[in-house]
């Protein structure tokens, strides 16, 4: 009897421990596998899509232009012999810029000048022989059109005189210098290059959506990465009335105050602010994938990625507007997208 029941414990004991094992095999399986899911997941940042209010304003980016620029071109021929400015130079309207050989035009202003007075001393007295009747009033009137054609000739010739000191025409600043002393001009020939940046203004190009929302004197942010910690102020002086291939509508901002730092041909973003409101859906720019014409987004549901096609509206600073395609409460992946594609295993990281 004892001998039985010896054996029936023993027979237990084993049936004990054999279920112990088998019950920690399935238990470490079920760890196995669920790390090995864990393992086979990739890891994405996702949001929770939500409903916004948010400004209608929009960036661009453009480029500073001076007021004015102007390739100043020479109107008259001669020989270089001064040059009084070089590149760097400062000009102010009507300052000398160039001299010609004027030896031969002082000549003739000489000649003319005293043609046309002796021209004229014969007028007087034809004049006053006419009121006493010894010149015919067709003697007289021959004498003075060759006294009007002496004078418009010494006009001409002093102001061929006044022309080879050649003066600049607007104020500014002698960027590119094209003639050396010595050479010899014709009409047309390239002279400088002046700007006038006393004034900047920058200009760029804006959709036909955004268009609508700006209007002449609204103020514009300007921001350069030269000097990122500085913002510059604008306003919207010109907005085109025609829109280019692109279908993109010309804009000029000009600088309220002119800053000495900033230079013509640099770069900056500008930033229409509005004071429109609206309430919708806006994703960061990077959770497109696509064109913005062909937008497509990447969400969550139930651990596997759903590719969405979506409606993309307005830029709306570093977000873009989601017309339709998106439900608040999505859970919308905008980090790890070059790792995923629809049916992909996610798992949500901070």
Do not use: W
């Not at 760097?88 to 309207?93: D, E, I, M, R, T």
């Not at 010595?182 to 700007?195: E, H, Q, R, T, V």
């Not at 919708?280 to 759903?306: D, H, L």
Request: aromatic share 6%.
């Amino acid at each position: 009897m004892k001998k039985i029941i010896a054996i029936v414990s023993v027979c237990a004991v084993v049936a004990i421990m054999v279920f112990i094992l088998v019950m920690n095999k399935k238990s470490t399986k079920g760890k196995t596998q669920f790390v090995a899911d864990i393992s086979s997941a990739v890891a994405v940042k996702a949001v929770e899509v939500k409903e916004s209010t948010y400004s209608m304003g929009f960036s661009s980016s453009g480029v500073l232009q001076a007021l004015r620029e102007l390739p100043f071109v020479s109107d008259i021929s001669g020989r270089v012999v001064d040059i009084y400015v070089d590149e760097g130079s400062a000009v102010s309207k009507g300052k000398v810029l160039i001299e010609l050989d004027n030896e031969m035009l002082r000549v003739d202003v000489a000649s003319a000048k005293a043609t046309f007075e002796g021209v004229k001393k014969d007028y007087e007295r034809f004049k006053n022989a006419n009121a006493q009747g010894g010149v015919t009033d067709q003697q007289l009137d021959n004498l003075y059109t060759q006294m009007v054609m002496a004078e418009s000739r010494y006009i001409i010739s002093k102001r061929h005189l006044a022309d080879a000191s050649i003066k600049s025409p607007i104020a500014g600043t002698i960027n590119k210098r094209y003639v050396e002393v010595g050479s010899y001009l014709n009409p047309g020939a390239k002279l400088f290059d002046i700007i006038d940046d006393s004034q900047l203004k920058a200009i760029c190009f804006v959709t036909e959506k955004e268009i609508i929302t700006i209007k002449k004197g609204q103020a514009v942010t300007l921001v350069s990465e030269i000097f990122p910690d500085e913002l510059f102020t604008g306003t919207i002086t010109f907005i085109g009335e025609k829109a280019d291939r692109s279908l993109n509508f010309p804009v000029e901002i000009t600088l309220v105050n002119k800053k000495r730092e900033l230079k013509s041909g640099m770069f900056v973003s500008l930033y229409f602010n509005s004071d429109t409101q609206k309430e919708g859906v806006v994703i960061p720019r990077n959770a497109i994938s696509g064109s913005v014409q062909a937008a497509n987004v990447f969400v969550v549901e139930n651990g596997i990625v759903k590719k969405k096609p979506v409606v993309a509206g307005n830029m709306v600073g570093e977000q873009i507007e989601v017309v339709q395609g998106l439900q608040p409460g999505d859970s919308l992946i905008i980090g790890g997208l070059i790792n995923i594609a629809e049916g992909s295993k996610v798992r949500c990281v901070q």
